[in-house]
């Protein structure tokens, strides 16, 4: 099993970036998969879950209204669109497969499967 991100990079503030997770070994859709991100220096923090389920989807109060957790079955990809960014939200992105649950995730971002993260920066 194994999983890996893409798409970050380097933009300015108000600019946009998607996030990908894809994942080799499991079927994305079966479970629920989060976003984490750490900046230097500081602790976890969990941005964005999707469940495998209905599909329902939680939020940090930090991203809530910017960022925006999406799936695409047929291409076994969970997508993290990322609008309005702030120099804050600069960190490093990593996927998360099978947290306890997603409300959890957001809270304490744990899970059974994460692979590298890709790097967000966002800076004038």
């Known amino acids: 099993v194994q999983l890996q991100a893409f798409g970050g990079g380097s933009v300015q503030p108000g600019g946009s970036l998607r996030l990908s997770c894809q994942a080799s070994?499991?079927?994305?859709?079966?479970?629920?998969i989060g976003w984490f991100r750490q900046a230097p220096g500081k602790g976890r923090e969990g941005v964005a879950c999707?469940?495998?389920?209905?599909?329902?989807?939680a939020y940090s109060d930090s991203v809530k209204g910017r960022f925006t957790i999406s799936r695409d079955n047929a291409k076994n990809t969970v997508y993290l669109q990322m609008d309005g960014l702030k120099p804050e939200d600069t960190a490093k992105y990593h996927c998360?497969?099978?947290?306890?649950?997603?409300?959890?995730?957001?809270?304490?971002?744990?899970?059974?499967?994460w692979g590298e993260g890709t790097q967000v920066t966002v800076s004038s």
């Open positions: 998360v497969a099978q947290p306890p649950n997603c409300r959890a995730f957001i809270l304490v971002p744990v899970g059974n499967y």
């Open positions: 070994g499991f079927t994305l859709d079966d479970y629920d």
């Open positions: 999707i469940s495998g389920g209905d599909g329902s989807t």
